[in-house]
């Protein structure tokens, strides 16, 4: 019984992880099509990192040339709504509870420290991207006119 409930709570969180990673894939292809359009031309070089390691948080999205940090945030390992999700923790609550809030806690640091050395930092939560897409890109996108032009 043990086995077979971790193969599906692995699969789950395969499967959690596996949307995750594609929704990120169409915001950066929304994110081209928009530049694409904006400069009217089929391709345009805009660059762009994808998890960097050298940027502190280890943004999902990084544009260096206009310092924009780009998190795609999970709602449960990041505590979207969490006075009430961490009520409906019901097993390893002393695991869980605190490696969330710890979460938490760094997520709001390294925000803070970025913006402190003249980063922009955008947080999407999962459901947002999964919802909307083309909003977040939106956003991406008026973040870039915006950084890009100064």
Request: hydrophobic letters at 40%; aromatic letters at 16%; charged letters at 30%.
């Amino acid at each position: 019984m043990g086995e077979w409930l971790s193969d599906v709570f692995f699969g789950w969180i395969y499967d959690v992880f596996y949307t995750l990673q594609k929704s990120i894939c169409y915001l950066l292809d929304f994110i081209r099509d928009i530049f694409c359009k904006l400069a009217g031309i089929e391709t345009v070089n805009i660059r762009y990192r994808k998890n960097a390691k050298n940027v502190m948080g280890h943004p999902d999205i990084v544009f260096l040339r206009a310092q924009i940090a780009v998190f795609c945030d999970g709602s449960l390992w990041h505590g979207y709504e969490w006075d009430k999700k961490k009520e409906q923790i019901k097993t390893n609550r002393d695991y869980w509870i605190p490696k969330i809030e710890r979460n938490m806690e760094r997520d709001f640091n390294y925000t803070e420290e970025l913006i402190e050395q003249g980063w922009l930092v955008l947080r999407f939560w999962d459901f947002e991207i999964k919802e909307d897409v083309k909003a977040c890109a939106d956003k991406i996108e008026l973040a870039l006119k915006n950084r890009i032009r100064k």
